[in-house]
Each structure stands twice: as structure tokens, then as C-alpha cells.
């Protein structure tokens, strides 16, 4: 009942809420996985999952399983962690919880120069949304994970940068007209107030950078033209960059873009905090020697 295959299989059908798409993100097939939980339930004596419900729902015996699974997730991981250490870094694995911004604008450089120092370390990048990965922190899915402030207290972090807010246009749009930034110098100042009426790429609601924008379009009485809610503020960027609309980004994506052509930038002339990223762990969790190598190099260290 404590085989990690098995209760990796659990956790993956209870998550996706079909054995089908769990046994594809397993790389098993379907009826290797179905066999696996039904030997589970054997030896328990009782169903984990309500199959006559789309999704599986879990029984009270697959809500006591899944709870007691995940904590031996969490102990494998710390296990595996901390007898890496020993290892001087060569070898171990090195999980990361991130979005796809990050992912895209911040982590690529840091992850071939660790490559570079310690090949023998395996790193992977686990995407989520916010919610997502503050459950993976917690559950020990991940060695830690980039969020922004404000964390609750059960949450340890490390600082790592600020990123500020600013209006990306196309550079066909009426408003950059003219437009001349010279680099290293500040952006041109504009009011989100000047947006009303204006073809708009937002953030899906789940997403932190949809609330900056609500709050801006409060602020400023201002409706913009909603024409696509995009989920990531790289693909916002590069929508914008075609010609669609404008849209928020942060400095981040800005310096680091893969841009063909870039939009026309500009700094907001309303006031919006600075967004603060943070590497987040559990509280009182043992951070492994790759993690903390790994944050240093985040930190330009």
C-alpha cells in the first residue's frame, strides 16, 4: 500500500479526475494504472474513486488515502532532497514551481549556467498557476517555487527581485506615434486613463496582473475594448507586438522578450506598487544545497 508507483498512480487519477488522462501523464498505459488502484482497494478492503462519476469522485477511504499519500510524497521528496546533499552535487534532481513568464524571462539563462556547474543535477520546471504552486510548495512537489508577495506565514521565502507595471502599445497604434525611447533612459509616461474605448489585452482572472488591471480601470474610470483575455503576460506581450491591442506587462518581460519587434513601452503615470518575487519553500522544510545554488544564481551571485 506505500509502493510510490501506486500511490503516484492514486494522486494522478484524483487530480485529473479520469484514469485515462492520468495514465497519459504517467507515460502508463490505462489499464496498467487501473490495475494498480484496484490492487490498492484489494488490500484496503474499499473503492478509492466513485467510478459511476465523471470526474472520479473519491470515496471517504480515497480522501483518507490521497491525504496520507501526499504526505508520503512530501517525506519521499525530503528523503531524496537531503540524501542528495551528500552527494557534493553530483547528481540529485532539483524541481521548480513557476509560470510560463518566468519560466520564459527569468529562468532560462540561470538554468544553462547550472547546467554548466553542476551537469550531474536533473532540473525540471513545474508550471502552474499561483494556487497551484503554493499547493506544491506545501505538498513538497517542488524544491520551491517563484511567487510574488504577499505569502502567508507558513511560507519561508528568499527575495529575489522587484518588477514594476508598465503599458505596452503597438507600434502602429495612434498613441505611439512619434514614439522614441533611447536605452537606458526612462520610459515615456502615459495615463491608463488614456486606454477608455481602446482595443485591450487583459489577463485571464485568475491570473495576479488581472487585478492591476481592474484596479487601474477603477482608478481611472477608464473601460478599454476588451479583445482578448490572454493567459500569460508573454503571450498578452506578443499579441500586443502584432498589432492587436494594448496591455500590461512587467520590466521582466520587457528586458528579457523574444521579441521580432517590440511594442512601444511606457511607465504608468497612476501609482502601482512593485510586484515583489520571492522564492517561496515550506516552513521549516529542509531547502537541498541544489536549491539554494540555484537561488543564489537567481540572485546574480
Same mark, same amino acid.
Given at each position: 500500500?506505500?509502493?510510490?508507483?501506486?500511490?503516484?498512480?492514486?494522486?494522478?487519477?484524483?487530480?485529473?479526475?479520469?484514469?485515462?488522462?492520468?495514465?497519459?501523464?504517467?507515460?502508463? *498505459?490505462?489499464?496498467?494504472? *487501473?490495475?494498480?488502484?484496484?490492487?490498492?482497494?484489494?488490500?484496503?478492503?474499499?473503492?478509492?474513486?466513485?467510478?459511476?462519476?465523471?470526474?472520479?469522485?473519491?470515496?471517504?477511504?480515497?480522501?483518507?488515502?490521497?491525504?496520507?499519500?501526499?504526505?508520503?510524497?512530501?517525506?519521499?521528496?525530503?528523503?531524496?532532497?537531503?540524501?542528495?546533499?551528500?552527494?557534493?552535487?553530483?547528481?540529485?534532481?532539483?524541481?521548480?514551481?513557476?509560470?510560463?513568464?518566468?519560466?520564459?524571462?527569468?529562468?532560462?539563462?540561470?538554468?544553462?549556467?547550472?547546467?554548466?556547474?553542476?551537469?550531474?543535477?536533473?532540473?525540471?520546471?513545474?508550471?502552474?498557476?499561483?494556487?497551484?504552486?503554493?499547493?506544491?510548495?506545501?505538498?513538497?512537489?517542488?524544491?520551491?517555487?517563484?511567487?510574488?508577495?504577499?505569502?502567508?506565514?507558513?511560507?519561508?521565502?528568499?527575495?529575489?527581485?522587484?518588477?514594476?507595471?508598465?503599458?505596452?502599445?503597438?507600434?502602429?497604434?495612434?498613441?505611439?506615434?512619434?514614439?522614441?525611447?533611447?536605452?537606458?533612459?526612462?520610459?515615456?509616461?502615459?495615463?491608463?486613463?488614456?486606454?477608455?474605448?481602446?482595443?485591450?489585452?487583459?489577463?485571464?482572472?485568475?491570473?495576479?496582473?488581472?487585478?492591476?488591471?481592474?484596479?487601474?480601470?477603477?482608478?481611472?474610470?477608464?473601460?478599454?475594448?476588451?479583445?482578448?483575455?490572454?493567459?500569460?503576460?508573454?503571450?498578452? &506581450?506578443?499579441?500586443?507586438?502584432?498589432?492587436?491591442?494594448?496591455?500590461?506587462?512587467?520590466?521582466? !518581460? !520587457?528586458?528579457?522578450?523574444?521579441?521580432?519587434?517590440?511594442?512601444?513601452?511606457?511607465?504608468?503615470?497612476?501609482?502601482?506598487?512593485?510586484?515583489?518575487?520571492? &522564492?517561496?519553500?515550506?516552513?521549516?522544510?529542509?531547502?537541498?544545497?541544489? &536549491?539554494?545554488?540555484?537561488?543564489?544564481?537567481?540572485?546574480?551571485?
Amino acid at each position: 500500500m506505500i509502493d510510490e508507483h501506486e500511490w503516484k498512480y492514486v494522486l494522478q487519477a484524483a487530480s485529473d479526475g479520469t484514469f485515462s488522462a492520468a495514465a497519459k501523464k504517467l507515460f502508463v *498505459s490505462q489499464p496498467s494504472l *487501473s490495475q494498480s488502484i484496484k490492487k490498492i482497494e484489494g488490500e484496503i478492503g474499499m473503492p478509492l474513486f466513485d467510478r459511476s462519476q465523471t470526474p472520479l469522485q473519491l470515496t471517504a477511504a480515497g480522501e483518507i488515502y490521497v491525504r496520507k499519500a501526499k504526505e508520503m510524497q512530501r517525506i519521499y521528496h525530503e528523503l531524496v532532497q537531503e540524501t542528495a546533499d551528500l552527494t557534493g552535487m553530483k547528481s540529485g534532481t532539483l524541481i521548480i514551481g513557476s509560470s510560463r513568464t518566468r519560466s520564459t524571462c527569468y529562468l532560462t539563462q540561470p538554468i544553462i549556467e547550472f547546467h554548466r556547474r553542476y551537469p550531474g543535477i536533473r532540473l525540471m520546471v513545474k508550471e502552474s498557476s499561483v494556487h497551484e504552486l503554493k499547493q506544491a510548495v506545501a505538498e513538497g512537489v517542488v524544491d520551491f517555487a517563484l511567487i510574488y508577495e504577499p505569502l502567508e506565514s507558513n511560507y519561508e521565502r528568499i527575495p529575489l527581485l522587484s518588477e514594476k507595471t508598465l503599458l505596452a502599445l503597438p507600434v502602429t497604434h495612434p498613441f505611439a506615434r512619434g514614439y522614441n525611447h533611447v536605452p537606458g533612459m526612462p520610459y515615456p509616461v502615459m495615463s491608463f486613463a488614456r486606454m477608455h474605448g481602446q482595443p485591450f489585452i487583459c489577463l485571464q482572472e485568475s491570473r495576479r496582473m488581472s487585478r492591476i488591471y481592474s484596479d487601474l480601470c477603477m482608478e481611472t474610470q477608464c473601460t478599454p475594448e476588451v479583445v482578448f483575455e490572454a493567459n500569460s503576460i508573454v503571450d498578452a &506581450a506578443e499579441l500586443c507586438a502584432a498589432g492587436m491591442g494594448a496591455t500590461l506587462v512587467t520590466d521582466m !518581460v !520587457v528586458h528579457n522578450g523574444r521579441w521580432s519587434e517590440p511594442p512601444c513601452f511606457f511607465q504608468l503615470e497612476e501609482q502601482v506598487d512593485d510586484r515583489q518575487l520571492v &522564492a517561496a519553500y515550506g516552513k521549516n522544510k529542509h531547502l537541498s544545497q541544489a &536549491a539554494r545554488k540555484f537561488i543564489e544564481l537567481l540572485q546574480g551571485e
